[in-house]
């Protein structure tokens, strides 16, 4: 039945079928699930002597009604619908058949929008039909769905009129305890309501229970795959106490208390033998790698092998001097090995036999990391730098090195909160470094209008002065087109023959090869430039603790959190940091621009995105196609919570899913989709 043709459906022909598929819609479960967009309220019905400009419902008569073509092409039809109260006039354009099919003598609903045309008040193209109790187009909260050429909501309304019996007949595929406890609709009447909400209440009771289904559904199948994973056998790893203290003992700083709390988690983690999956969300500058270091620091003390893979080729060189740096005093610089594409073919032959003999048991990389030879016997500790930046197959292809199912811990600067990262990556815990080093001054962040630039220049040439470096990022729409006026070749020549013109000027943009844009970055990096003009290539991860400020020119183009990772490229040493954000015009900043001037928190700017643009803003990336979260309110903490909660009680009590094989199926999909080895 529900996999029935639309043409299955009474007044559905081969034309309207066309239309729907158009829309994706093949099925009769596809109509079903053809969740409205909005909804437009005419479930008021007034009396005539009553209605005002505006959306309007009345119930009367048809007093009169006469069609005429007023011109070639133009036909009007004109009618007069009364009540106790008063009369009203209406009209609809091209509908010559509209005339003769009214019935007199008879109650319509009439709902549009009453208005002044042609200096008379009266009501346009309204939709009308007899009065009852179930009207299709009028009287009630009417929805409005996707639509396209040819095919109206009001069409799409009298076809899921057709429906009911089927929508009531809908089987319940939440378990009915679950149901009960909650207090929730069932699933055909969340179904009849949202296509057929009787009030505004009802649409929140719809999508509450649609919703919760959603979460609670994704989260069986995390925690499916969890209690899947935890019956692997990964290596053990001992803590040992005073090689930790020892560490500590050498850092030029003192962790924060965030940094202490992670890593005693990462050891008792480690120190399991069901595989690790944790996420350390941290902001900008929060100190994960440190974190990450001392993590992998008790995997290689023990024998076993540390892979490290980071986004960029860069930031892999970054991470391994920086390791290197933290763990050469303790006698461990020749466990360490880097792997990356610019290298050699004969350096990375010799890198790959000096893992695979183990010699090398901490090695730091990129993508090379995953490549078919690259053999990593005893692999018992992955890391992924910057995360949201790699696929899940890069991830699983890098896990399935290992001999036995290795930990896991992922690093991200990307601000999910804790209930929202356990329902889309529910096998991972999650660890929150949510407190930045005390040294750190907050970056001064101010706003320019491209017409007054001089006086910042004159600024950022003091910083120079002082021998402080300076980073200029210009926008990049796509990979191939840069808008003219702010590409990097411009800026560059601008910059280098005016303002900046007794400095060391640099540039680095995406199109450049590998290794030609790792020496300028290097030469950054060894101070061998004072200014680097480039595209947000460098917008992960790396570290210039010299670098002072960062200009951003059109920044209105770039996302919050882009910006707020940019930022947080500076300011990273003990001196003062600054960032310019330039607008591409003179107009005012927008409030998303603002904030960025008044906040330097990660998270608080994440949720700021989120009241501003909405959850898609941040979550679209997590919420990538195949999961599909119509309903769920991703910013409905106390839901999501709930469906998580029966979603766990469900498993504490081994409950056989295959009692309800609609769920069971879903669930399953959702296992693959989500399924992090
Ligand atoms: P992110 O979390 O953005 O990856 P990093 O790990 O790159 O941050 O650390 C940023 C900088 O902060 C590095 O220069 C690092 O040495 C320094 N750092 C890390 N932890 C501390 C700390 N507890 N106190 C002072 N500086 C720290
Ligand atoms: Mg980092």
């Known amino acids: 039945m529900l996999d029935d043709k639309l043409t299955s459906i009474k007044g559905v022909g081969a034309e309207l079928e066309q239309k729907f598929h158009i829309l994706g819609i093949n099925t009769i479960s596809d109509l079903v699930y053809n969740y409205p967009r909005r909804y437009e309220d005419y479930s008021n019905v007034q ?3 009553e209605i005002s400009p505006g959306p309007v419902t009345i119930k009367g008569e048809i007093k ?78 009417l929805p409005v769905y996707k639509l396209t050429k040819g095919l ?18 809908l089987d319940e595929t939440l378990p009915k305890d679950i149901v009960k406890s909650q207090k929730l609709i069932t699933r055909a009447e969340s179904i009849e309501l949202i296509h057929f909400p009787k009030e505004s209440s009802d649409i929140e009771l719809s999508q509450g229970r649609l919703g919760f289904e959603e979460v ?146 901490f090695i730091i990389g990129t993508h090379a990391l995953i490549e078919e030879n690259v053999v990593l016997d005893k692999l018992a500790l992955v890391i992924i730098d910057e995360q949201q930046r790699f696929g899940v197959e890069q991830r699983k292809k890098l896990m399935s090195k290992a001999s036995k199912m290795p930990h896991f811990l992922s690093l991200t600067a990307t601000p999910i909160p804790r209930s929202l990262a356990l329902t889309f990556f529910g096998e991972l815990d999650v660890s929150i470094l949510d407190e930045k080093p005390t040294n750190r001054k907050p970056i001064i962040t101010s706003i320019i209008s491209p017409n007054s630039k001089l006086p910042m220049y004159q600024d950022i040439n003091k910083q120079l002065d002082a021998g402080r470096q300076v980073f200029v990022i210009c926008p990049l729409i796509t990979d191939s087109t840069v808008i003219d006026a702010n590409s990097v070749e411009k800026v560059y020549k601008e910059l280098s023959s005016k303002e900046f013109k007794t400095r060391r000027v640099g540039y680095l943009h995406g199109k450049m090869k590998g290794d030609e844009k790792n020496s300028v970055m290097q030469d950054f990096l060894d101070h061998k430039l004072d200014v680097l003009v480039s595209t947000t290539v460098i917008e992960v991860g790396v ?12 920044a209105d183009r770039f996302g919050l ?62 919420q990538h196609g195949e999961l599909d979260l119509r309903m769920a309110k991703l910013d409905d903490i106390g839901l999501i919570k709930k469906a998580r909660k029966c979603a ?30």
Request: aromatic share 8%.
């Open 47 to 49: 009396s005539i002597n």
């Open 64 to 141: 009169q009604a006469t069609g005429r073509y007023v011109r070639r092409g133009l036909h009007i039809t004109e009618a007069v619908v009364s009540d106790e109260t008063g009369s009203v006039r209406l009209v609809w354009f091209n509908q010559p058949y509209r005339a003769n099919s009214l019935k007199h003598n008879q109650d319509y609903f009439v709902s549009g929008t009453f208005e002044l045309s042609n200096r008379r008040l009266c009501i346009i193209s309204p939709s009308i039909e007899l009065e009852s109790d179930f009207p299709a187009n009028t009287a009630r909260i």
């Open 152 to 169: 109206t909501s009001a069409t799409i309304r009298k076809i899921m009129k057709e429906l009911i019996p089927s929508i009531r007949a």
């Open 216 to 361: 609670f559904e994704l989260s069986l199948a995390s925690l499916l795959n969890k209690q899947e994973n935890n019956l692997e056998n990964s290596f053990r790893v001992d803590f040992k106490e005073i090689l930790a203290k020892k560490f500590v003992e050498n850092l030029p700083f003192a962790l924060t208390n965030a940094q202490r709390r992670v890593v005693w988690q990462l050891y008792m983690d480690l120190n399991k033998k069901q595989p690790m999956n944790r996420m350390v969300e941290g902001d900008v500058g929060s100190g994960k790698t440190v974190v990450a270091t001392m993590a992998s620091l008790m995997v290689i003390a023990e024998g076993f092998q540390v892979a490290f893979m980071a986004p960029t080729e860069i930031l892999a060189r970054q991470h391994a001097k920086t390791i290197s740096d933290l763990l050469g005093p303790l006698g461990y610089k020749e466990n360490l090995g880097l792997l990356v594409g610019s290298m050699s073919k004969k350096e990375k032959e010799f890198m790959k036999a000096e893992l695979a003999s183990g010699k090398i048991n």
């Open 543 to 554: 570290d210039v603790p010299n670098a002072t400020v960062m200009l951003i020119e059109a």
């Open 561 to 622: 959190a882009q910006l707020h990772q940019l930022r947080g490229r500076v300011g990273r040493g003990e001196d003062q940091g600054y960032c310019y954000l330039i607008l591409s015009d003179s107009k005012a900043p927008s409030p998303r621009i603002r904030a960025l001037s008044t906040s330097n928190d990660g998270f608080k700017l994440a949720q700021l995105d989120l009241e501003l643009r909405g959850p898609g803003a941040i979550y679209g990336k997590i």
């Open 648 to 677: 766990e009680d469900l498993i504490d009590k081994n409950i056989d899913l295959s009692k309800y094989p609609e769920l069971y199926n879903k669930v399953s999909k959702l296992r693959v989709i989500t399924n992090l080895n």
